[in-house]
């Protein structure tokens, strides 16, 4: 069964650090497209970051652009997302998902399986 287990997220003044991370099991997460979304309250859920399979390519959105860094770990099985700079505008519910392709996007249906979810919340 494919799952996709993201880390704890937490709260985080402005100006900080946070890493995400999403691990997968009963898959390769190298062989699929993996992307980071977020749901802000009363906002539709959004691409943050994603990156394709094989030879692992990357996107971002323009709002987190220099500031995020997505990568990912084959020997764990894990991808990550470092997110710096963080803004209180970047506080949302953050979620992974996956799919059996090879180029990632930024779109939410592009994305047959996801994570729980994670809440990050930037604030002094």
């Known amino acids: 069964q494919v799952q996709l287990v993201e880390s704890v997220g937490g709260l985080v003044q402005p100006g900080g650090s946070l890493r995400l991370s999403c691990a997968a099991s009963?898959?390769?997460?190298?062989?699929?497209?993996i992307g980071w979304f977020r749901q802000a309250p009363g906002k539709d859920r959004e691409g943050v970051s994603c990156?394709?399979?094989?030879?692992?390519?990357?996107y971002y959105a323009d709002s987190v652009k220099g500031r995020f860094t997505i990568s990912r770990d084959n020997a764990k099985n894990t991808v990550y997302l470092q997110m710096n700079s963080l803004k209180p505008e970047d506080t949302a519910v953050y979620y992974c998902?996956?799919?059996?392709?090879?180029?990632?996007?930024?779109?939410?249906?592009?994305?047959?399986?996801w994570g729980q979810g994670t809440q990050v919340t930037v604030s002094s």
């Open positions: 998902a996956a799919d059996p392709k090879y180029y990632c996007s930024g779109y939410v249906v592009d994305y047959g399986y």
């Open positions: 009963a898959f390769a997460l190298d062989s699929y497209a």
């Open positions: 990156i394709s399979s094989g030879d692992g390519n990357t």
